[in-house]
């Protein structure tokens, strides 16, 4: 078993969360060799800016570095299944940003390669690895909440609120059919998955759009920029600004969700409830150190993290005591060190503790589900009986 310092890896991408790649892997002591960036020059500047040796000139001249043995996946989405796929066909194991690709056939071909390959691989849904979120994994796994009845929530984004708002996400042919869904909304559906164990079953999707026309700057343009061009061309966009889904799961449980991209003043707000018939769980991404725990015939709880108080699972993916604020940038230290775990013995682990490509694609089922409900304006089923056994999705994803 190796050590993280003694692995080399690569990071494809060095965008908003491509930088956050690099930070938290160093924060483990793994060796980065270098970056690809969108051309070599850029990747150069990038290289420069994060304090990486070397900008790779292309995906062969990364792979052609015998040091590297993980790569990570930080492009924009339409780039994710073809660089997976050429990584493990270079013997690499892979940490891929979600959404995992952007059809449900592309994420089933990389589940096959993947398993056929052998090699590690992961999905970054990140939020999984807040402690408190492993912690609450453990509390409905234990029957602390009892039978699971409704799940209820929102992701609320403010970032492209205005027609004067641009990204590549807008683009279906880089980011997907489904944007705020897909964007956002994959890591809600992810995590209450993951956190109840239950799978989503069955949905019943509104889409809506209500920015037709947006005005794409000349220039390129930064994600979370809210600096105004003054070139621009008109768009038009086909996909979503926000989505209210109702849910089935496995079990027999009730959910609800909203998903928006323009709800002012809404930084990034991920919140969760999951009642029970002994008791409620609510959490909330933007105050990631504290539990709410409702209870009928008692006083409800609010527990702060603090590894002396959880589970197992959320002392693991927890790095400071009590009191110490972790956020957003911690869990990738938390996911990472998870995944490096396996990467150390070579393979990955009969049942691993973090995401893999299989969640991934689960995911993509459920985007599935989402885009012909809204079409169709009915109640649709997540198809998943012609896919092959997952049985590593089954096992992290149930109790
Ligand atoms: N897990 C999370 O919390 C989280 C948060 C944000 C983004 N993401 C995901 O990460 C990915 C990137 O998002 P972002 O916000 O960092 O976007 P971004 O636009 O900030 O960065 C994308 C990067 O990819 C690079 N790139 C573009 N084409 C490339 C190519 N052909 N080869 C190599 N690099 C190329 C760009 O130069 C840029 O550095 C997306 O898939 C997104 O869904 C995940």
């Excluded at 929530?153 to 641009?166: A, R, S």
């Excluded at 037709?212 to 768009?235: I, K, L, M, N």
């Excluded at 933007?286 to 108080?309: F, K, S, T, V, Y």
């Excluded at 589900?369 to 198809?383: H, M, N, P, Q």
Aim: glycine share 10%.
């Amino acid at each position: 078993m190796r050590r993280p310092s003694e692995i080399g890896a690569a990071v494809i991408g060095s965008g908003f969360i491509g930088t956050v790649h690099i930070e938290a892997l160093r924060r483990l002591g793994v060796q980065v060799h270098g970056l690809l960036g969108s051309t070599p020059d850029r990747g150069a500047v990038s290289a420069e800016r994060i304090g990486v040796p070397k900008a790779y000139a292309s995906l062969g001249d990364l792979l052609d570095d015998e040091r590297v043995e993980v790569v990570h996946v930080t492009s924009p989405n339409h780039l994710h299944h073809p660089q997976a796929r050429e990584i493990l066909a270079a013997g690499r194991h892979v940490v891929c940003e979600k959404p995992l690709a952007m059809t449900s056939d592309e994420s089933r071909d990389l589940v096959a390669l993947a398993a056929e390959s052998g090699l590690v691989n992961a999905v970054n849904f990140n939020i999984r690895f807040y402690p408190l979120n492993q912690h609450v994994r453990e509390l409905v796994r234990d029957g602390s909440a009892g039978d699971v009845r409704l799940v209820s929530g929102h992701y609320f984004q403010d970032w492209l609120l205005l027609e004067t708002d641009w990204n590549w996400r807008l683009v279906p042919g880089l980011g997907g059919s489904l944007r705020a869904v897909g964007d956002i909304g994959s890591h809600w559906l992810d995590l209450v998955a993951f956190t109840t164990g239950l799978r989503i079953t069955e949905v019943m999707a509104d889409l809506a759009t209500f920015i037709p026309v947006r005005r794409e700057p000349t220039g390129p343009v930064e994600t979370f920029s809210t600096e105004r061009a003054a070139e621009t061309v008109d768009r038009s966009i086909t996909t979503e600004d926000i989505a209210t889904i109702l849910l089935r799961f496995e079990n027999g449980a009730r959910g609800t969700v909203a998903i928006s991209q323009l709800s002012a003043g809404r930084k990034n707000s991920l919140e969760y409830e999951i009642d029970g018939s002994a008791a409620s769980i609510a959490w909330d991404s933007e105050q990631p150190d504290q539990l709410w725990i409702g209870h009928r015939e008692a006083a409800n709880e609010i527990l702060i993290r603090n590894p002396a108080l959880m589970g197992a699972a959320g002392q693991a993916a927890a790095a400071l005591p009590g009191g110490h604020v972790e956020g957003f940038a911690d869990t990738f230290r938390a996911i990472f060190r998870a995944v490096y775990a396996d990467v150390g013995s070579g393979r990955p682990a009969e049942h691993p503790v973090y995401p893999t490509f299989a969640d991934g694609h689960d995911e993509m089922l459920v985007g599935d589900a989402v885009a012909a409900s809204a079409r169709d304006g009915r109640w649709t089923r997540v198809e998943r009986a012609q896919e092959a056994p997952l049985r590593v999705l089954e096992d992290s994803v149930r109790p």
